[in-house]
């Protein structure tokens, strides 16, 4: 069972780069890496998934170091409007049928400041 | 993206009855779909994976009696939390995936269940 654990908490102001690293020490093979943001009350959405090294999205950025054993999301120039919660997912959907897990990390929270 | 839609946002009712939600891919089927339950600040937590046409698989600790769900078609699938109390209250979130299509899965907007 890959486990995730994030930070809990995270400030940032508006115009800078907000990282946010998620540990998975257990991550296993056929596991991806997908990064959600929460609004209070909605559905989490998607921002970006990777499996190793460097993906780049128009929102977003995932670094994954070799070991895989964690993953940054990189959010840059934030506004006010990305205070969220962030939350990393490890797992295997395509094989979820099958018993795998999908693991959702305790997510954090980013206050953007003016 | 593919939208997923919930139905309804929000439902109250008195303990005892049974409450069904509602979760529907809108322009895409749907080969499995997955409930989570949310506390109040806390993380999602998987409640169960549904397949379209079998039965649902649960997580451990997850009630299948108490949580019953239903993936009848490949754009619907219910949650009936039966016989509710107060515990119950939490917001449920389903989300879709379709493995031919699409490599993420996509959420709803959730519902919020208070159970009085």
């Known amino acids: 069972l890959a486990k995730t654990t994030q930070p809990i908490s995270m400030d940032s102001y508006e115009g800078q780069e907000v990282n946010i690293t998620c540990s998975h020490n257990?991550?296993?093979?056929?596991?991806?890496i997908t990064w959600y943001q929460q609004f209070p009350s909605q559905g989490p959405r998607f921002i970006i998934q990777g499996y190793k090294t460097k993906v780049t999205n128009e929102v977003a950025s995932l670094f994954i170091p070799a070991d895989r054993k964690s993953s940054t999301l990189s959010l840059p120039r934030v506004s006010l409007s990305d205070t969220a919660v962030y939350y990393c997912?490890?797992?295997?959907?395509?094989?979820?049928?099958?018993?795998?897990?999908?693991?959702f990390g305790g997510g954090t929270r980013v206050l953007v400041k003016p | 993206g593919a939208v997923v839609s919930q139905h309804p946002s929000r439902v109250i009712c008195k303990s005892g009855t049974s409450v069904k939600i509602e979760c529907r891919s809108l322009d895409f089927q749907a080969t499995t779909m997955f409930w989570y339950r949310q506390f109040p600040k806390k993380s999602l937590m998987l409640m169960a994976t549904?397949?379209?046409?079998?039965?649902?698989?649960?997580e451990q600790g997850v009630e299948k009696d108490k949580f019953l769900i239903n993936h009848a078609s490949l754009t619907l699938s219910t949650l009936t939390v039966t016989s509710a109390h107060p515990e119950d209250s939490s917001f449920y979130i389903c989300s879709a995936f379709d493995r031919g299509t699409y490599n993420e899965q996509f959420f709803g907007p959730g519902t919020r269940l208070t159970v009085l």
């Open positions: 257990n991550i296993a093979t056929n596991d991806y």
């Open positions: 997912l490890v797992g295997d959907m395509w094989n979820k049928a099958a018993g795998n897990k999908l693991t």
């Open positions: 549904s397949n379209e046409g079998s039965k649902a698989t649960y």
